[in-house]
């Protein structure tokens, strides 16, 4: 889907800066009160672990992808031949 791991972890960064505006915002503006403003805060500041853990899981994916070239020449024979010493005489 072209979403890659870096981008994940800006969103996560970005969304506790939101959480604080978001706060700011509620507790400035509306007639609410704190606490509700500390529930908007609250809100938006839960999407940064999970932004976080997205990115996580994304580069996981990505590193697997890098890997892949490697382990199918391991596969194959041609490259594992050539690292790995025969031990057919011991």
């Given amino acids: 889907m072209g979403v890659k791991s870096g981008m994940m972890y800006v969103a996560g960064v970005a969304s506790i800066g939101l ?3 978001s706060w700011l ?10 606490d509700r403003a500390d529930r908007w805060g609250i809100f938006v500041g839960e999407w940064a672990p999970t932004f976080f853990a997205m990115g996580v899981a994304l580069r996981i994916e990505e590193a697997r ?10 596969t194959t024979g041609t490259y594992a031949e050539t690292r790995m010493p025969s031990r057919a005489g011991v």
């Fill in 25 to 34: 915002t509620s507790a400035t503006t509306e007639k609410a009160g704190l």
């Fill in 65 to 74: 992808e890098e890997m892949r070239p490697m382990m199918e020449r391991e």
């Fill in 19 to 21: 959480s604080f505006a």
